[in-house]
């Protein structure tokens, strides 16, 4: 449950944010949420307090490297604990703008801790990704992935992410800030809330699978492309381990209790949030397929670059060090998103050139 003061929420406005300030909601919490829209729309927000009741979430439309505007946020609100998803987080898009992306999630997150110790708020959720790891198989027995396996990203996107990883260890481990650190590792996360009310709202042509595949299936575009069949799995298509957002939001509250819990000043862990199951691309679009009636064209391609064959987690030091454990399947991620892309065919915005 909440003590008396504020959950802070940076990228609160996004997909997994929005999820996650909903839970927090409804779990008790209050909630600031920080977020420069650059990615998201601030509509995700007055659904999620529709969702939640009608209670009032304060939202600030502000950069999280805007140091003298997060200073403003944290000296009207005392916040108790930082869940930082706020960053750009486009694979491709890194490679062609590195600079841009370091700037944003390492200088950003850099900008943020520094506001937090000048205020002494102590506890600190950070979403960091599989991506780190980079491709597991180049090790023997890390398929299911632990979070010992060396790691090892791929783009410029995975840099930010494990240079995050590392000032947040530096950090924890100096008497300066004294901020307690979880780092969550998330998988693939799919799916969207149950009421179809909030959901992923990808700008322009989707980068990932569910929302390529759920544009299709409402006829936003043609068919999908499948990037290779030529992997070593049993269909030819990489593994990922798919996970329903509303158990990696859930994965929030409980990596909050539990460095809530932790009395030592000097405390980071990483906790990977998968479910332990790895499917194809075949297998996902064969769901879907099943969960909307509704034939998903497919085309095979060639391989997309920095793709790897296999991320599936092993999760079992968040399901024992956290009590967390997804509970949601695949079938149940695609109804979820069927339900929000059918409802929403355009996500929070109109639909263009009507
Ligand atoms: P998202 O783009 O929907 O949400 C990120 C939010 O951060 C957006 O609302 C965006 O407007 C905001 N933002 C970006 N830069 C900002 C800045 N400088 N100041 C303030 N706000 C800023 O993405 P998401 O899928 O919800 O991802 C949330 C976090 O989880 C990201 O850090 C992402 O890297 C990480 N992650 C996502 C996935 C995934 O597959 N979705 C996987 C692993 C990790
Ligand atoms: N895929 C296609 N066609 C598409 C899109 C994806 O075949 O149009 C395939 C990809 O090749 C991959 C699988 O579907 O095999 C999943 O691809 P996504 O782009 O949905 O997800 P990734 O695993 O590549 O990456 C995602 C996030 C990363 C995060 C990673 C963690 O985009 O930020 O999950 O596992 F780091």
């Not at 497919?298 to 920095?306: C, F, L, T, Y």
């Not at 695949?330 to 109804?335: G, K």
């Amino acid at each position: 449950m909440a003590d008396d003061g504020y959950v802070l929420v940076t990228g609160g406005a996004g997909y997994i944010g929005s999820h996650t300030v909903l839970e927090l909601l409804n779990a008790g919490y209050k909630v600031v949420v920080v977020d420069n829209l650059v990615n998201s729309s601030e509509e995700a927000i007055r659904r999620v307090e529709q969702l939640a009741g009608n209670v009032h979430v304060p939202f600030f439309n502000t950069d999280i490297r805007d140091y003298d505007g997060l200073d403003k946020i944290f000296t009207q609100y005392k916040v108790s604990a930082v869940l930082h998803f706020a960053g750009l987080k486009a694979v491709g898009e890194s490679v062609q703008k590195p600079l841009e992306y370091h700037d944003n999630n390492v200088a950003g997150t850099i900008t943020l801790l520094k506001v937090m110790r000048a205020h002494g708020s102590n506890v600190f959720v950070f979403s960091s990704s599989a991506t780190v790891y980079g491709d597991a198989t180049r090790f023997e027995n890390m398929i299911p992935i632990p979070e010992e396996c060396p790691t090892d990203p791929t783009s410029p996107y995975g840099h930010t992410k494990l240079i995050i990883e590392e000032i947040l260890r530096d950090v924890a481990g100096s008497n300066d800030a004294q901020i307690k650190v979880g780092i969550l590792r998330y998988f693939n996360p799919i799916g969207a809330h149950p009421s179809g009310r909030i959901g992923e709202d990808p700008r322009g042509i989707p980068n990932n699978l569910l929302p390529f595949v759920a544009q299709v299936a409402v006829g936003r575009r043609e068919k999908l492309q499948v990037f290779g069949n030529d992997y070593d799995s049993r269909d030819g298509t990489p593994i990922r381990d798919y996970i329903h957002v509303v158990d990696l939001a859930k994965g929030h509250l409980a990596a909050v209790k539990k460095l809530n819990s932790i009395t030592q000043p000097a405390f980071s862990r990483e906790w990977n949030l998968g479910t332990g199951n790895g499917s194809t691309v075949f297998e996902i679009v064969h769901a879907f397929e099943k969960a909307t009636n509704k034939p998903i064209p497919v085309e095979v391609v060639g391989r997309r670059k920095g793709d790897v064959v296999n991320l599936t987690a092993k999760p079992s030091r968040a399901n024992t060090e956290l009590d967390w454990h997804a509970q949601l399947t695949i079938d149940d991620s695609c109804r979820d998103l069927w339900k929000w892309a059918t409802a929403n065919p355009w996500g929070y915005g109109e639909q263009p050139d009507k």
